[in-house]
């Protein structure tokens, strides 16, 4: 499998220490620059063709236009917002620059690194505070055709399935968490992200995703469950 090449773009040099030991722990990730600013960014942009940039374009030296900027052009790389609490609309004017997924940076470990692998292959994340900050604000994302919308087969990681899988059988948020050596709150934001790639809002619509797709036996025990 090829690595996700990464930039880390931020003017605080403790946040792009932090997310460099993070990311160069884990199998699959590499680092190939740490921008300071705009200028930077997109020169290294050119020299390292990096398949994700984790940005916080709140930083001094950056903008939300600086995502923009930087998506142009045939090789441009995806984008992952990192920042702290936003409202809801900053988000969505985020979104709407160019920028693929959007998590915030008091998300545990296993999100920070879920966002750049599900981004790096092509998907979508946000983590569970992204999506209840839209939400209070009662803005939909699928009315802002934020998310791309094709015939195409569902784009669900491996971790997904795993996650998809385990709700089948039955299993608690808990549960799930210790099976899988993750936080609780970890799961709790795959079963949003889950929910919204498939477009259903409960647990037995996800379910009969599981049956339809083989992921387990409609014989299961699960169906007494959720009736």
Request: aromatic share 6%; hydrophobic share 40%; charged share 20%.
């Amino acid at each position: 499998m090829e690595e996700v090449k990464v930039i880390i773009a931020d003017s605080n040099q403790l946040i792009r220490f932090g997310l460099s030991a993070i990311l160069r722990n884990y199998d699959g990730l590499a680092i190939v620059g740490e921008a300071t600013n705009e200028a930077e960014l997109q020169e290294m942009i050119s020299n390292f063709h990096p398949d994700v940039v984790m940005i916080d374009f709140l930083a001094d030296g950056f903008s939300v236009d600086t995502v923009n900027r930087c998506k142009q052009g045939p090789r441009a790389p995806k984008f992952v917002a990192i920042t702290s609490e936003q409202s809801g609309h900053t988000i969505v004017n985020a979104l709407k620059a160019g920028v693929d997924s959007y998590i915030k940076k008091d998300c545990d470990i296993n999100e920070i690194v879920d966002s750049v692998k599900e981004t790096g292959a092509g998907g979508k994340f946000f983590c569970g505070q992204i999506l209840d900050a839209i939400a209070k604000e009662s803005i939909d994302v699928h009315d802002l055709n934020l998310l791309q919308v094709s015939c195409e087969p569902v784009s669900l990681s491996a971790r997904e399935l795993e996650v998809i899988t385990l709700i089948a059988e039955g299993h608690t948020n808990t549960q799930i968490a210790d099976k899988l050596f993750l936080s609780s709150h970890t799961i709790t934001t795959h079963r949003k992200n889950i929910m919204q790639k498939l477009g259903v809002n409960n647990t037995a619509a996800i379910v009969m995703y599981a049956v339809k797709s083989g992921l387990v036996s409609p014989n299961k025990f699960l169906f007494s469950k959720l009736s």
